[in-house]
């Protein structure tokens, strides 16, 4: 690794936290940032610095009486080599034969995807959870056997579900729709008025989360969607607040290159706050910690080199490099740039 | 059909009921012999008697947060045409990925069964009675789908589990386990010291189970076992009393015949609780309605012939027949025979 950070050096950003890298991430595209970030690390000659991934679960919901945690799914299977690389998300050799049952027994979402591997793994959560543990202890169980080579972290153990209001086109009425409702039947193409976190009144994020970004040497935001995934995690009580008190660098990588989302359909949620889809807006739309935003610093795309300047303007250190994930290689580069410019705002 | 009661003419056995035939009945026994009573109704000229199966739901249990119902299951995929025919329980065509999957992730009972289509049952119902329907609403609706020619009716909405104390082997000590680790992990080889209805004193037979029963042209007790199908069934609150008052002729056929359990491991059943493995001791064991018992008859195998006149001695009217339920022709005939001897038991 090239990076500028000292990772075998606890303490070498100036943090006097132990608890190595936390990352705040959403589902396929945090997944993949993920490991990229973890072969870095790991092909380090000094020792495996420990990553902490702390993840979206305003995705989470109740189907067919099942808890199915899109995000910390996606991120398990994927750390763990289980997931579909051709598909880009779920497991490899899946089937959906119960899923066809269901659907004949007229329950659940004939639209959602509920694989038979992936279907175990719900079962086994909700078991773990109807027998009492939180789901940051299922999730830890769950993840022994996959093995990620991370500790994998919900943000809450408490249920905020992001629902979509939208305008119904049929009834020219609007009202909220489950998320996954809105993405995955209605793939984003009915605009959204807002996104409600239900449920967030009653929750906070784990001590668990908080800790492992107070304690952290350097925390980066995966290139995840800004709104329904970091900004979903972000509005937990008790994240924001340890982003802003942490003596770690924090650092954003943009999810939007060049004007695009990278992972499709972000820009019909930038769309619903207001937020231009440009690496700039987003990067402001999180705000300089040195003016009560969230980040140090924030990489964006060479192809948004002109908006460094910008970020600058606004209190935000910023660098440009590839960020495209095409391969574990070019991800852990990506993640390399990321701590590199961690390691130049330390604090 | 050559039946002496005339199904067609509703009171032609002296029963104000209109309801038709209801059968008591347990799992994988009791639905072959449903099917075959079936088989003869529908082949009649006048129209279809309704039936209406009282399952037991001792067998019910939670594995891995779902409510699996096997004996409601083995009927619903038998008269449904769903069932594996060559291995004599559970659906056709089944698989077991998710089991599978949730053995990798130690939960479950590794050694029972949850195939990937049954599964989806499971899932259903659990769904349903979280929704808060009741376990007889839920069947109704899981039933729909099946279309099983029958009413189907749960014994109770109660969860009455059958433990069953064993001895056990390693610490000498005496502990109950689940009917279905008996019944499965074990192959009923480990000694039965009694059989407990885990729950029972907080519940009773449903409404409909019960007007089932008292508003029956016959009542007939399918040759289940006797012990933990029929007998779960006769021990809820409810049960008994409307088999001791129903104006219907009530009459059961012997699942043991010649010495033996026609389906493997009821002696184990019957030794535990101090009764032979013989029809005569069967019988009287559910003992007359003139006695304070629960039978007006007991249609017997050709092979215990001799056992009829000792239960008209006490008070049980018997006939023997052919029981050997080999395919479906021969389980009518043998359906045909119980009604004929419940129409010479009609009061």
């Known amino acids: 690794m090239t990076g500028i950070i000292d990772i075998t050096s606890p303490g070498a950003t100036g943090s006097t936290g132990t608890a190595g890298i936390t990352v705040l991430a959403g589902g396929v595209g945090g997944a993949r940032f993920v490991r990229g970030l973890r072969e870095l690390l790991s092909s380090g000659s000094g020792g495996a610095t420990p990553i902490t991934v702390i993840a979206n679960t305003g995705d989470d919901m109740w189907l067919t009486g099942l808890r199915v945690c899109p995000d910390l799914d996606s991120l398990m299977y994927t750390l763990g080599g289980a997931n579909d690389e051709v598909r880009g998300w779920g497991r490899a050799g899946e089937t959906e034969r119960v899923s066809a049952e269901l659907t004949a027994y007229g329950v659940g979402w004939p639209w959602f995807t509920l694989g038979d591997l992936d279907l175990s793994t719900h079962i086994a959560r ?23 080579g991370v500790t994998l972290l919900p943000a809450t153990d408490d249920e905020v579900e992001t629902h979509v209001e939208i305008v119904d086109p049929e009834t020219g009425e609007s009202r909220p729709i489950h998320f996954e409702e809105w993405w995955v039947r209605h793939r984003a193409q009915v605009p959204a008025v807002r996104f409600i976190n239900r449920g967030i009144e009653r929750a906070r994020a784990t001590d668990a989360a908080a800790s492992a970004i107070a304690d952290a040497e350097v925390v980066l935001l995966a290139p995840s969607n800004p709104v329904v995934s970091i900004g979903t995690i972000v509005a937990l009580p008790g994240i924001a607040e340890a982003l802003r008190s942490t003596a770690a660098p924090v650092v954003g990588v943009s999810p939007i290159i060049g004007g695009s989302a990278v992972r499709g359909m972000a820009d019909a949620c930038l769309r619903a706050i207001g937020v231009e889809t440009s690496a700039l807006a987003v990067g402001e739309h999180y705000g300089a910690r040195s003016a009560g935003g969230i980040i140090d610093g924030w990489l964006v795309g060479d192809e948004d080199v002109a908006s460094v300047p910008h970020l600058s303007a606004a209190g935000i250190a910023s660098a440009a490099a590839p960020l495209w994930m095409t391969d574990v290689a070019a991800t852990a580069a990506m993640a390399d740039a990321a701590l590199a410019l961690a390691s130049r705002v330390a604090r």
């Open 126 to 148: 909700t078991s773990m959870l109807r027998d009492g543990l939180t789901l940051t202890e299922a999730t830890a169980r769950i993840a022994e056997r996959w093995q990620p």
